[in-house]
């Protein structure tokens, strides 16, 4: 059988996929004002996963893009901000200066005239003993900048990407105590009736999403009560982090609008299915040869129909995954999700084709694969956690591994001690958001693609956020995490 007879699906290639952009500039004003958008929302997410932002007036933005330099200051406890605490290791010394990117510009009609865009955190003056060049104003502890970089090291080592984001969502007519707005199985119509409120709230979000120039692929009823999922087509890291986030702003606002409270909270219900952020990744070799190009890949693994480029992403993926789910896994809650036995991909570093069953999903018709990473969630700040998960896998791209790990059917934990060894299964999830901190202190490579001053600063922030989420009960804290999250 030829490979054209067995491709199937929509194919997506970094050349072909569609980027967002209103343009640049006072085009780009001009066409907002002309379209009614009177503010614009300057955003961007910090490392709780709390989505900011300054309201800033289109006519004093137009202002604003005039200076040599534009941007909003920030206080540089940004990323330390617990409540209204700082985590240890922050103090209210100094300011950022937020550069809006205008390629991030959405209009956001959940906001009637307001639109929104992303920036990055710069420095606002060089120091003595700061970085020279294009660096000497970067902020290693900006989210945006921190994932930019990793898709610059991966093209420089000759790999690029696609990422889309999976985002499953509950919405509830009570928080307190917690009541679903359905109670219905998963894809069933009755989860959907035609002119209900529920219905609305979905056509309506999924009208804004597109107005904002997201690919929406479809919605659909997922199996938990009140649980439906949006699934967007893929992009750049960068510009699908952005669109994950955008989606979010959407579900959340369109919701408020028909009484309803959405929520990604990881687990809700005890006795149900969670929910999850599952990313689509794709990777691509680099249409030029690379500025850094790797060692090769051995080429000596024949099981598989995956690339060798995809073969040394995936090995070292898996190798340092254990180490990445503080970043991809962040709260207490993230870890009643994720257990053996129930479709969340289980605990076990490994992957099997359409196996829900592996932390990592191949899928995708050969010459067109792509992995669903499944322990990712819905309370991780997207950037932090596709930087996490790009940078550790092109860490085996620069290396030239081979695929050494051996395919799982079926959940690895029901395998033998001797089977999982057979596989090259060796790595486990910590169960806990204190041991996956400790993991990630402990792993090189999780420091080097992140930098050791993010690693430390991210995990002070999030310890303190673990306690800040804390009450007397468990149901205090699902209830909490509902409201935050």
Same mark, same amino acid.
């Given at each position: 059988?030829?490979?054209?007879?067995?491709?199937?699906?929509?194919?997506?290639?970094?050349?072909?996929?569609?980027?967002?952009?209103?343009?640049?500039?006072?085009?780009?004003?001009?066409?907002l004002q002309y379209q009614g958008i009177g503010y614009v929302r300057l955003q961007w997410v910090d490392f709780?996963?709390?989505?900011?932002?300054?309201?800033i007036p289109v006519s004093a933005f137009r202002e604003l893009l005039t200076a040599s330099r534009p941007g909003?200051?920030?206080?540089?406890?940004?990323?330390?901000?617990?409540?209204?605490?700082?985590?240890?290791?922050?103090?209210?010394?100094?300011?950022?200066?937020?550069?809006?990117?205008?390629?991030?510009?959405?209009?956001?009609?959940? %906001?009637?005239?307001?639109?929104?865009?992303?920036?990055?955190?710069?420095?606002?003056?060089?120091?003595?003993?700061?970085?020279?060049?294009?660096?000497?104003?970067?902020?290693?502890?900006?989210?945006?900048?921190?994932?930019?970089?990793?898709?610059?090291?991966?093209?420089?080592?000759?790999?690029?990407?696609?990422?889309?984001?999976?985002?499953?969502?509950?919405?509830?007519?009570?928080?307190?105590?917690?009541?679903?707005?359905?109670?219905?199985?998963?894809?069933?119509?009755?989860?959907?009736?035609?002119?209900?409120?529920?219905?609305?709230?979905?056509?309506?979000?999924?009208?804004?999403?597109?107005?904002?120039?997201?690919?929406?692929?479809?919605?659909?009823?997922?199996?938990?009560?009140?649980?439906?999922?949006?699934?967007?087509?893929?992009?750049?890291?960068?510009?699908?982090?952005?669109?994950?986030?955008?989606?979010?702003?959407?579900?959340?606002?369109?919701?408020?609008?028909?009484?309803?409270?959405?929520?990604?909270?990881?687990?809700?219900?005890?006795?149900?299915?969670?929910? #999850?952020?599952?990313?689509?990744?794709?990777?691509?070799?680099?249409?030029?040869?690379?500025?850094?190009?790797?060692?090769?890949?051995?080429?000596?693994?024949?099981?598989?129909?995956?690339?060798?480029?995809?073969?040394?992403?995936?090995?070292?993926?898996?190798?340092?995954?254990?180490?990445?789910?503080?970043?991809?896994?962040?709260?207490?809650?993230?870890?009643?999700?994720?257990?053996?036995?129930?479709?969340?991909?289980?605990?076990?570093?490994?992957?099997?084709?359409?196996?829900?069953?592996?932390?990592?999903?191949?899928?995708?018709?050969?010459?067109?694969?792509?992995?669903?990473?499944?322990?990712?969630?819905?309370?991780?700040?997207?950037?932090?956690?596709? %930087?996490?998960?790009?940078?550790?896998?092109?860490?085996?791209?620069?290396?030239?591994?081979?695929?050494?790990?051996?395919?799982?059917?079926?959940?690895?934990?029901?395998?033998?001690?001797?089977?999982?060894?057979?596989?090259?299964?060796?790595?486990?999830?910590?169960?806990?958001?204190?041991?996956?901190?400790?993991?990630?202190?402990?792993?090189?490579?999780?420091?080097e693609v992140l930098g050791r001053e993010f690693v430390e600063k991210y995990l002070s922030t999030n310890e303190?956020?673990?306690?800040?989420?804390?009450? #007397?009960?468990?149901?205090?804290?699902?209830?909490?995490?509902?409201?935050?999250?």
């Amino acid at each position: 059988m030829s490979k054209s007879e067995v491709t199937y699906g929509l194919q997506y290639l970094p050349t072909s996929v569609k980027l967002p952009s209103l343009g640049q500039g006072n085009h780009v004003l001009d066409k907002l004002q002309y379209q009614g958008i009177g503010y614009v929302r300057l955003q961007w997410v910090d490392f709780t996963n709390y989505t900011r932002y300054r309201v800033i007036p289109v006519s004093a933005f137009r202002e604003l893009l005039t200076a040599s330099r534009p941007g909003v200051g920030i206080t540089k406890a940004v990323f330390g901000l617990i409540g209204v605490s700082l985590a240890p290791g922050f103090s209210g010394d100094g300011e950022y200066l937020l550069t809006p990117d205008l390629s991030s510009i959405r209009i956001s009609k959940y %906001a009637p005239g307001h639109a929104t865009l992303f920036g990055w955190f710069e420095e606002k003056l060089v120091t003595a003993g700061s970085r020279t060049g294009e660096d000497a104003l970067k902020v290693p502890l900006c989210p945006r900048g921190l994932l930019r970089d990793v898709v610059r090291r991966g093209k420089a080592a000759g790999a690029e990407f696609l990422v889309g984001i999976e985002t499953e969502f509950i919405l509830l007519k009570s928080t307190n105590p917690i009541e679903a707005v359905s109670d219905y199985p998963w894809a069933s119509s009755r989860k959907m009736l035609s002119g209900s409120n529920v219905a609305k709230c979905l056509e309506e979000i999924a009208d804004v999403l597109q107005s904002g120039d997201i690919e929406l692929l479809m919605y659909h009823a997922e199996a938990a009560p009140g649980q439906y999922e949006i699934v967007t087509g893929p992009l750049p890291p960068l510009e699908a982090a952005d669109a994950v986030v955008f989606t979010r702003e959407t579900i959340l606002n369109v919701a408020a609008k028909y009484g309803f409270h959405a929520t990604f909270a990881p687990r809700v219900y005890p006795d149900t299915c969670g929910s #999850a952020a599952h990313a689509h990744i794709s990777v691509h070799a680099t249409s030029q040869p690379p500025a850094n190009p790797p060692p090769a890949n051995p080429n000596t693994n024949r099981d598989t129909t995956m690339t060798p480029l995809e073969r040394s992403f995936l090995q070292s993926l898996l190798d340092h995954f254990p180490s990445i789910t503080a970043f991809t896994l962040p709260t207490t809650a993230s870890y009643d999700r994720v257990e053996d036995g129930i479709w969340s991909g289980g605990t076990y570093a490994c992957w099997g084709e359409e196996n829900r069953e592996a932390i990592v999903r191949l899928t995708g018709a050969p010459g067109s694969h792509h992995f669903e990473v499944r322990a990712l969630d819905g309370t991780a700040n997207p950037y932090i956690a596709l %930087a996490a998960i790009l940078g550790v896998g092109l860490a085996g791209v620069e290396k030239g591994l081979e695929l050494g790990i051996k395919e799982v059917q079926g959940p690895a934990f029901q395998l033998s001690e001797e089977e999982l060894a057979e596989r090259g299964i060796v790595g486990r999830l910590r169960r806990t958001i204190d041991s996956a901190r400790e993991a990630a202190r402990q792993d090189a490579v999780v420091r080097e693609v992140l930098g050791r001053e993010f690693v430390e600063k991210y995990l002070s922030t999030n310890e303190a956020m673990e306690h800040f989420m804390q009450t #007397a009960t468990a149901e205090g804290d699902r209830i909490k995490t509902v409201l935050h999250y």
